[in-house]
């Protein structure tokens, strides 16, 4: 079975700090990965995702993450957060050829002025 | 392009009713999955229908049941409601199922359940 962990439920971090939101995941097969964001009253929309390739990819906001098979984990890194990247964010998998994916308990990124 | 819109927004229901929530599909998009938000919780993967059929299941109860229309638009629907069953549920659609193709959630609905 898959399942998904979010060692971090809270992230504070000070404006234009760097920041790590960490995520695990468990199975036995090949999966993907992805990240989303939900902001305040909204609903999740996807910010990077892998599937195959370069284990390094990269979002649109400056946003990376980088898929580590030995270590099983797809930490969600920025080099420098902004105001606006208060949100919480969800690292989800998926196995390859199925139809839904398996989301982790979230990460409260909270940015501090 | 439109994207994915959820109704109601809140809800409130008593133990033991029937609720019915809707969702409108992206334009084009042959695919809808449902996942239920507990508070504090990751989405869960309720359904998805493809071109109006069954596509796969999470593991949740047959209370739990579904349609999609041709006009882009599913319902997902509850019976027997119980006081768990109190969260945001939510609508993605996606052009055609499977991980290549992104899903486009919309913002929910809050059912709470008394």
């Known amino acids: 079975a898959q399942s998904v962990t979010q060692l971090d439920s809270q992230v504070p971090v000070f404006e234009e700090a760097p920041v790590e939101l960490r995520c695990n995941y468990s199975?036995?097969?090949?999966?993907?990965l992805f990240w989303y964001v939900q902001y305040p009253n909204q609903g999740l929309q996807l910010l990077l995702k892998?599937?195959?390739?370069?284990?390094l990819v990269e979002s649109i906001n400056g946003f990376e993450a980088e898929f580590n098979k030995s270590q099983t984990s797809f930490h969600l890194r920025k080099p420098s957060v902004h105001i606006s990247d208060t949100a919480e964010y969800y690292c989800?998998?998926?196995?390859?050829?199925?139809?839904?994916?398996?989301f982790g308990t979230g990460t409260r990124l909270t940015v501090i002025p | 392009e439109t994207g994915v819109t959820q109704s109601p927004t809140h809800l409130i229901k008593t133990r033991g009713q029937q609720v019915t929530l809707r969702c409108s599909s992206q334009?084009?998009?042959?695919?809808v999955s449902w996942y239920q938000q507990a508070l504090g919780q990751g989405p869960q993967f309720i359904f998805q229908?493809?071109?109006?059929?069954?596509?796969g299941r999470g593991n949740f109860p047959p209370r739990f049941s579904g349609l999609q229309f041709p006009n882009y638009s599913s319902e997902l629907n509850v019976n027997a409601l119980e006081l768990d069953d109190s969260a945001l549920y939510l609508c993605?659609?996606?052009?055609?199922?499977?991980?290549?193709?992104?899903?486009?959630f919309g913002n929910g609905t809050r059912l709470t359940v008394t």
């Open positions: 334009s084009g998009h042959n695919t």
């Open positions: 229908y493809y071109r109006e059929e069954e596509n």
């Open positions: 993605a659609s996606s052009l055609e199922p499977g991980e290549g193709s992104p899903l486009h």
């Open positions: 989800a998998v998926s196995l390859t050829g199925a139809n839904n994916l398996f």
């Open positions: 892998y599937l195959s390739g370069s284990t």
């Open positions: 199975s036995s097969v090949s999966v993907y």
